[in-house]
């Protein structure tokens, strides 16, 4: 369809399509290792790993004064891989306390700061109690989960999304729309074209609409074979794990969870359409919470009318309130780093913040709310306990043109911010 539109109808789409959309764009098909031990904290092996992935002039203190991005590698890529390739020979111990929890969400391009963050996790051997994933962060959890180094697969991307200098970064995102991704979709250009050769409904001007302007502008690459192994890959691990998904006819979240996760909660898995809130994971599972709203809504395209819970929800949080301290890998900032927007872009690009910033501060605020209620004797009970929210946000302001890459920088900032709070934490 992009390629019928002038230019102002064009960008206009965009308005809406990459500051509103998750990103699933990700390379797939890996080995898998689950990981096998218990929830971990900083110990002997956090010394131990700080040692073997460091590179910093000064012995590993880089970790602490930040001179240059801890434990990561130089141009040539050695250290994080160096690491990596050691990891599984760390020695591991278990956490002590009521445990930890991760909650990732995917926006755009910046799956790299869930990345960083599961990285420097891995680094200091931090393994939750339970884990919960919206988005584009569902199938880079499941490689984390399998062991998969995730930063050469990051690279990849990196390299396959580059293709215009620096100063016209903006391009790759027109590029990717205009001709989509390799690994994640594709224009919707001949299903644009069937519909015209379909009879059409007169004077019905929705008719006349669906074929103008549809709603599928894109089409899901993703074979059934990798959505399956994404859901063997989370039901092996013997971690909980939790991602969503919306039904828009019912108005219904499902929350998808494997065997794990089900007794960590205590819940009983249902069926689609069904009453229960919680459902197996599996190949539909993963489907739908990819699916996205640009890829079609009508059941010829979307068969089981499940969409990517990003657009519901962004982060599942409040569901892991059983742990003591729950770590937020959040790619937005509670604050508006940048100027005030001036322009349609960053209008765009500020609603979508307020957005995804709004629901994300509603779910918090019952956590805060319960903590405060505890802190001042009015809420007793052994059923409660107060949660330690750590929030691991995204640094700096990412403008509209922003959202449909990943980038280095992001990786390494969330690797360094995720390093220093989890370790300052442990």
């Known amino acids: 369809m992009e390629l019928t539109l002038d230019l102002a109808d064009f960008l206009g789409i965009l308005g809406v399509w990459w500051a509103r959309q998750d990103s699933n764009l990700r390379q797939h098909r890996y080995e898998r290792r689950v990981l096998t031990a218990e929830l971990q904290a900083r110990s002997r092996a956090t010394r131990h790993a700080r040692r073997s992935y460091c590179e910093s002039d000064d012995g590993g203190k880089g970790c602490d004064t930040l001179r240059r991005p801890c434990g990561l590698p130089g141009r040539d890529g050695g250290g994080i891989l160096r690491y990596l390739a050691d990891w599984g020979k760390l020695p591991m111990k278990s956490r002590t306390d009521g445990g930890v929890a991760f909650a990732l969400g995917g926006l755009g391009g910046l799956n790299a700061h869930g990345v960083g963050f599961l990285e420097a996790a891995r680094a200091l051997n931090v393994e939750p109690s339970i884990i919960s994933c919206t988005g584009g962060m569902i199938t880079w959890v499941a490689d984390w989960l399998e062991g998969k180094p995730l930063l050469p697969s990051l690279e990849e991307h990196l390299r396959l999304g580059t293709r215009f200098a620096p100063q016209f970064h903006w391009m790759n995102t ?3 729309a205009a001709f989509g991704d390799p690994s994640s979709f594709r224009p919707a250009v001949w299903e644009y074209w069937r519909r015209w050769m379909k009879p059409m409904e007169w004077p019905d001007v929705n008719s ?6 549809p709603a599928q502008v894109l089409v899901p690459r993703r074979s059934a074979e990798d959505l399956a192994r994404t859901a063997a890959a989370m039901n092996a691990s013997p971690i909980p794990v939790v991602f969503n998904s919306f039904h828009p006819a019912s108005g219904r979240e499902y929350l998808h969870v494997n065997r794990p996760a089900a007794t960590f909660l205590g819940v009983e898995t249902g069926v689609i359409g069904g009453t229960s809130k919680y459902l197996p994971i599996d190949e539909r599972a993963v489907r739908g919470a990819l699916w996205l709203y640009f890829y079609g809504l009508d059941d010829e395209a979307n068969p089981d009318g499940l969409v990517d819970g990003t657009y519901r929800r ?8 059983p742990c003591d301290r729950i770590y937020v890998a959040r790619p937005l900032n ?8 001036q322009n349609y872009f960053e209008i765009q690009d ?6 995804f910033t709004s629901a994300y ?8 709310q319960i903590n405060r209620l505890l802190a001042s004797g009015k809420l007793k009970g052994a059923g409660f306990h107060p949660v330690e929210l750590v929030e691991v946000e995204v640094a700096r302001q990412y403008g509209f043109f922003d959202y449909a890459l990943e980038e280095r920088e992001v990786f390494e900032t969330a690797f360094r911010t995720a390093y220093r709070k989890l370790t300052a934490t442990a």
Request: glycine content about 2%; hydrophobic content about 50%.
């Open 174 to 176: 027109l590029w990717i």
């Open 350 to 355: 500020y609603s979508t913040d307020l957005w």
């Open 314 to 321: 962004q982060f599942v949080v409040s569901e892991l309130h």
């Open 361 to 368: 501060q509603a779910e918090l605020a019952g956590i805060r």
């Open 334 to 341: 509670n604050r508006w780093t940048d100027r005030l927007p």
């Open 208 to 213: 006349l609409l669906d074929r103008l302007w």
